[in-house]
């Protein structure tokens, strides 16, 4: 295992966790070393004729078709074997026993035995029994189906995206070279990669030629790197002659013997072991399970209290346990699991909407308790695309504009200077773009070219208009591109002046390179001799925009004199017969990846919403320094420890670190640190950025903010990126640049790659978790009207007021369209302006919440619900006082003549029905005052009146339901007996309404208190 | 459920503050919160209290507001024993039937002639309509209209002779008036097993103790009774023998019901043994 470790340098494992066995990631980033290592001990050592033999292939002929079928069937195809899915079933049966549906079943249970029991006895009730307990079943089989179904949905999304073109792969098999799908190479394959391939899997190369790689999917590195046939490095993974499943090849072009495939392939490791790390729970899993915990734990033990009691009050053991059937069923919101999934899967919608894909329903919510967040740079908070950020001429900086939707450029242009300049930028460059794009935006036209020629093309076809006319009309009639040993590029051009024979002989090039071959500068158009002055200040210039990050290139020119080179004077680049030095600088132009527009805003929201950015990026600290200042991830006042030991004019030591709030720490400093250090770092520095690190770092940056206690959310696109991605609470995935393995670690894929996106997310997620409080508010408060009636019941001994089958109709029938309704109400205040939750204290349900619903709402409803139930008996005769403990009389079937308060005789179907006017009667209250309730969930805080009645349309949707279902059960289903519906009077709907009022009024008062005396008793106590 | 627990107030306090002043401090807020469900829940038993004084106030004392849940009346038998309408006696054993006889004693006690004084004779035949006068009166029932089921000739209602009585009564429901001629018919599942003699003669019903007034207003009413007398053969002391009594002869009580088995009409079941 350690030997692995030490002699590794790709991937950097903290010196004192080196040991520690608990610490996961160092393990597996060990482990890795350590297989790779083993897996590819040699084979870059190798020499071809060795390589030949080891594989039993032949580098000119390849492996023979029957051989390479023989390997194809012994490894198995070329292809990674994806993440291992819990089986259908598994994950079906998950959802019929998760949160209440135990509860249920117990119930169901119960509901069973006391049938059987009843059967037995020859009790002609026994059947209600056992229809309660198939109902209650149905229940739970039904609400367990719809959670799959929802689940199932959520997951399809993602399948669909996984999808990919299968790839060809050249190779060279019974000495013939041909084209076969990737996934059917074998070791010992002889394949050919161009330029624009991916690579098909692990290669030992052979033969290159100008061949360089994109290693970014795997190491996180945005430069191509060389591949050659040399073995130039101990490690496999640093040396030349490999090249690597699943990057890409830039140019250039090489043949290589495979030698890894599938799932034994770097790439395939690494996916691998993303798998393994666990995934942890989200928080609002987490805060479900506790809200499951607490109704249950409610229901438990009010069940048990009261059947203890109904047994010391010498009830039978089976009427017992038919109580407490019923107190459970009372006490489970048997909807509501239900209704949280739907309102998350809306969010979801809306979020995909807004370019976020979610791929986990619960990290919806995840993304709204973020505390930090770990961003990639390029691309995420750049634009990815190099920009004209600045220009000198004239011993002046400009500035240019870098927005993604440029079309002009505002700076000075008057100057002849510029004129030059633009003549150099617009001639001197290589770049064209792909033909038939007229109708695009200059800045979406795709372009054949390296990143900064791009970026000049671009810059000088917005100034100047058509560059192609321009550089048809300055024939170009020699040139010499760019090469990393002279570091310039030089071309020399006919003028469009028809009346002007001079050649001009253009340049542009590494600045100080491009200075030492310059003997005079243009200012203002004329031509000046290059004295130390001037040479000063472009150092000035130079270091200016260097400092800001940017990649800055010089740029001068010069007139052939006509004289020594006529018109058809021939230029041989070889010889170089003309002349390169002596030239005249004209300026330089800087370029750099500009931020997206839409980030210094997202950045100052996440800043004001108490949101950590931390940027962590591959790239030199400078440039990550400059983009993290001008998004705003490190603002304008504050400074490093370098920044104040600069200031100061002390050596670094000195500076004391508290005093610098951001820091731009470097991969290299980060490799020798411990986690105490890490950790110190993260605490003390609100603003920090990781520069040149590598993705293997990631990892280790997201375990110290997680043992910060933060809720840590991780962009990123390559396969190295997985196990930091696995290991956030939610990972996020680059949809554009993002790699297959990188989104299925993720939880989320950002559609548009944009940072600005994930702020949106977060306000969803967010407003989600306030809305699903409501949402539990409101549910849980009928639980109480729907419990007291059982209680009075087996105390008072008076009619049963509402039947068990009558609860489930107003749990999973009137009460679901409101409950998913408050998941659309709009933020109480800007949500974005408070701090992220805090994961231990804020929770979904707290006390306040369940008091103020159970003890306060709950109890007023059950008031108003009881006054109607004792107006419907009294206006029948029953008057309360005679209801009072005539429990056993009242069922008893041999009774058919009681007396109600009035002398009138009952028979004992007169009184059952009567009794199920009763339970309409309750019904209809309780649905009444939960239209109440539902409007006063719609705020916590503000009144309604400032929140709007009317703004969620939804909600009146939800309350037009809710009185439509109750309409259509009582009128509609009222003569179905076994419902135990009855079609109702109509005055009885009104009964309840003072009630539904006064409970509006008392919410506006505690409102009212909360609002006026906020830190008081009263808020403390009311305020949920 | 219980008293609620004071949220966060108690140990946020103690956080803060150490010693004595944390007692005093959690002391006032358990108070606080203590006193304030007292208040909480003090104003909803009163406004309970109130809405269902107000609601009282609107019913009436003589008669309750709707009876459409009872518009048509039940049947029941006296005596009723306790075994789901099932009579079980030896008739040579007065033990075995002792309960039933005072059972009908005690039932026939309030329409003894000296509890009756007050009532008046009716004229029978004829729906006695009282809505206009201020103090309903009750129509004498005569006791002796039973015959042998009258308690009067038979102290045992002919129990130990093996001719058991039965009074069929109908449920009061205010304000019914049936219409026809009313009267009660039993008939034994199996023929042959039992003969049946209604008193008064054909089971009649008489209109004029309709309609009924209510408790408050109609003090001294006595229901129409009609004693069945089962006068059982000898083939039927053998097994159970299953009776079903109806009222016929009137279009306005309802005697079918399908969920309703005791709305005019009543079953029960009679096993004597010798």
Not at chain 1, 377 to 384: E, R
Not at chain 2, 125 to 134: N, T, V
């Given at each position: 295992m350690n030997v692995g470790c030490h002699t590794s340098n790709f991937i950097h494992v903290p010196r004192s966790r080196q040991f520690g066995n608990k610490n996961f990631s160092s393990l597996m980033l060990c482990s890795l070393q350590f297989s790779v290592s083993l897996g590819m001990q040699d084979d870059h050592r190798l020499s071809t004729s060795d390589l030949e033999k080891k594989y039993g292939t032949s580098i000119d002929k390849g492996l023979s078709s029957a051989r390479a079928a023989e390997i194809l069937a012994r490894d198995g195809p070329n292809a990674l074997t994806p993440p291992k899915a819990t089986p259908e079933i598994v994950k079906f049966l998950k959802q019929m026993i998760g949160g209440f549906s135990i509860l249920l079943w117990i119930g169901t249970g119960f509901s069973w035995i006391s049938f059987g029991i009843q059967l037995a006895q020859g009790v002609d009730s026994a059947f209600d029994n056992l229809y309660l307990g198939v109902v209650l079943a149905l229940v739970v089989i039904l609400t367990g189906i719809f959670a799959y179904y929802q689940e199932a949905k959520s997951t399809n999304i993602m399948a669909s995206f996984s999808k990919m073109i299968p790839q060809q792969a050249l190779v060279l098999r019974n000495a013939e070279k041909k084209e076969v799908p990737a996934d059917q190479l074998v070791v010992g394959d002889i394949v050919e990669i161009k330029g624009g391939d991916r690579i098909p899997a692990d290669i030992r190369l052979i033969f290159t030629q100008g061949c360089k790689v994109d290693n970014s999917s795997l190491t996180g590195e945005s430069e191509p790197q060389s591949r050659s046939c040399d073995f130039t490095h101990e490690n496999p993974l640093e040396t030349r002659n490999i090249a690597f499943y699943s990057t890409t090849c830039v140019e250039g072009t090489a043949t290589g013997i495979v030698i890894n495939t599938g799932d034994r392939t770097i790439i395939g490791r690494i996916a691998s072991l993303a798998s393994g790390v666990g995934n942890e729970k989200t928080p609002i899993a987490i805060e479900i399970e506790h809200f499951v915990y607490l109704v249950a734990g409610v229901a438990i033990s009010i069940g048990v209290l009261f059947f203890i009691i109904s047994v010391s009050m010498r009830y039978k053991i089976l009427d017992s346990i038919i109580f407490l059937i019923g107190i459970i069923v009372a006490n489970v919101p048997e909807g509501l699991l239900a209704t949280v999934t739907v309102s998350l899967s809306l969010t979801a919608k809306r979020m995909a909407k807004k370019n976020c894909l979610v791929k986990n329903l619960e990290a919806v919510e995840t993304l709204g308790s973020t505390s930090i967040i770990c961003s990639d740079?390029?691309?995420?908070?750049?634009?990815?695309r190099m920009t004209v950020a600045h220009l000198w001429f004239d011993n002046q900086i400009y500035s240019a504009d870098t927005s993604e939707d440029q079309t002009t450029q505002p700076f000075d242009q008057s100057s002849p200077s510029w004129t030059a300049l633009s003549k150099i930028v617009t001639l001197c460059n290589r770049a064209e773009f792909r033909p038939g794009q007229e109708n695009l935006p200059i800045m979406k036209r795709v372009v054949v070219g390296d990143a900064s020629e791009t970026a000049l093309l671009k810059f000088s076809e917005v100034i100047l208009g058509d560059v192609m006319s321009i550089r048809a009309q300055n024939k170009k009639v020699a040139e010499i591109p760019f090469n990393s040993t002279n570091k310039f590029q030089l071309s020399i051009h006919e003028t469009d002046d028809p009346h002007d024979k001079r050649f001009l002989l253009v340049m542009k090039g590494a600045p100080e390179r491009i200075l030492e071959r310059c003997s005079t500068i243009m200012i203002n158009g004329k031509e000046e001799p290059l004295d130390s002055e001037k040479a000063e200040a472009f150092q000035t210039a130079y270091m200016e925009l260097g400092g800001m990050g940017e990649r800055v290139l010089g740029f001068c020119h010069l007139y052939l004199p006509e004289n020594e080179f006529p018109e058809n004077f021939k230029f041989d680049t070889d010889s170089m017969n003309f002349p390169t030095s002596n030239l005249c600088f004209v300026g330089l132009l800087s370029m750099i990846d500009p931020p997206r527009s839409t980030v210094p805003d997202a950045v100052s929201k996440c800043r004001s919403a108490g949101i950590k950015v931390i940027m962590v990026t591959g790239d030199h600290p400078i440039t990550a320094k400059a983009i993290a200042k001008s998004v705003g991830i490190i603002s304008a006042t504050s400074e490093t420890v370098e920044d104040i030991a600069k200031r100061l004019n002390i050596p670094v030591e000195q500076v004391n670190r508290r005093e610098a709030t951001a820091a731009v720490v470097n991969g290299m400093e980060l490799k020798d640190m411990s986690s105490e250090q890490l950790d110190e770092i993260l605490r003390e520095h609100s603003e920090i950025v990781f520069a040149r690190t590598s993705p293997q770092q990631k990892l280790i940056i997201v375990e110290g903010c997680q043992r910060q206690g933060a809720v840590v959310a991780v962009t990123g696109d390559g396969v190295n990126d997985s196990p930091a991605l696995k290991k956030a609470d939610i990972g996020i995935a680059m949809g554009i640049a993002g790699s297959d393995a990188a989104k299925n670690a993720a939880d989320m894929v950002l559609l548009d790659d944009n940072f600005a996106s994930i702020v949106t997310g977060v306000e969803e997620g967010r407003l989600i978790f306030d809305n699903l409080k409501k949402t539990i508010a409101y549910t849980l408060t009928k639980n109480i009207a729907e419990l007291c009636p059982f209680l009075i019941y087996i105390i008072a001994s008076i009619p049963m007021p509402i039947g068990t089958i009558t609860i489930l109709f107003i749990d999973l029938g009137t009460d679901i369209i409101p409950s998913v309704a408050l998941a659309y109400e709009k933020a109480e205040?800007?949500?974005?302006?408070r701090r992220p939750r805090n994961k231990r204290k804020d929770r979904l349900v707290n006390e306040q919440l369940a008091v103020y619903s159970y003890l306060q709402i709950g109890i007023m409803q059950s008031v108003g619900a009881f006054v109607t139930y004792f107006t419907v008996y009294a206006e029948q005769g029953f008057l309360p006082s005679t209801l009072l403990g005539v429990r056993v009389d009242w069922e008893s079937n041999a009774i058919n003549d009681f007396e109600d308060s009035y002398g009138q005789q009952w028979t004992k179907y007169q009184r059952t029905y009567l009794q199920w006017t009763g339970y309409t009667a309750f019904f209809v209250s309780i649905t009444i005052q939960q239209v109440a309730d539902l409007i006063i969930r719609k705020t916590r805080r503000n009144s309604i009146f400032r929140q709007g009645l009317f703004r969620n349309k939804v909600i009146w949707v939800g309350i037009f339901s809710q009185i439509g279902i109750a309409l259509i059960l009582t009128y509609g289903l009222g003569h179905v007996t076994a419902l135990n519906f009855t079609p109702l009077r109509f005055q009885y709907w009104f009964v309840a309404v003072p009630f539904a009022i006064l409970i509006w009024v008392y919410d506006e008062i505690r409102k009212l208190l909360i609002r006026r005396y906020p830190g008081s008793w009263w808020d403390k106590n009311m305020y949920y | 459920m219980g008293a609620a627990a004071p949220p966060g107030t108690c140990s946020s306090g103690s956080a803060l503050r150490p010693g004595i002043q944390v007692i005093n401090f959690c002391f006032f807020f358990t108070g606080l919160i203590l006193l304030f469900y007292l208040v909480f829940y003090g104003f909803l038993a009163a406004l309970f209290t109130f809405t269902m004084w107000v609601m009282l106030q609107t019913l009436s004392s003589d008669i309750p507001k709707y009876r459409d849940r009872i518009s048509s009346p039940g049947l029941m038998i006296s005596p009723k024993p306790d075994t789901a309408l099932e009579f079980y006696f030896n008739r040579s054993d007065s033990q075995s039937y002792s309960e039933y006889v005072t059972t009908l004693q005690s039932f026939l006690e309030s329409y003894n002639d000296s509890k009756q004084s007050q009532n008046i004779e009716c004229t029978p035949?004829?729906?006695?309509?009282?809505?206009?006068?201020?103090v309903k009166k009750a129509c004498r029932f005569n006791i002796s209209d039973l015959g042998q089921c009258s308690g009067k000739e038979d102290a045992n209602f002919g129990y130990s002779k093996g001719t058991p009585c039965v009074l069929v009564k109908m449920n009061r429901v205010i304000g019914l008036k049936p219409e026809g001629e009313p009267h009660i018919q039993c008939t034994p599942k199996e023929e042959g097993v039992v003969n049946i003699n209604y008193f008064p003669p054909n089971g009649a019903m008489d209109l004029m103790y309709f309609p009924y007034y209510g408790k408050s207003l109609h003090a001294h009413y006595l229901q129409p009774l009609v004693a069945v007398q089962l006068a059982i053969t000898p083939n039927g002391t053998k097994e159970e023998i299953a009776i079903e009594c109806k009222i016929l002869g009137s279009p306005n009580l309802k005697n079918q019901d399908d969920r309703d088995k005791f709305l005019g009409r009543i079953a029960f079941k009679v096993l004597m043994s010798e």
């Open positions: 740079k390029t691309g995420t908070l750049t634009q990815n205040s800007d949500i974005m302006n | 035949g004829k729906i006695f309509d009282q809505s206009d006068a201020a």
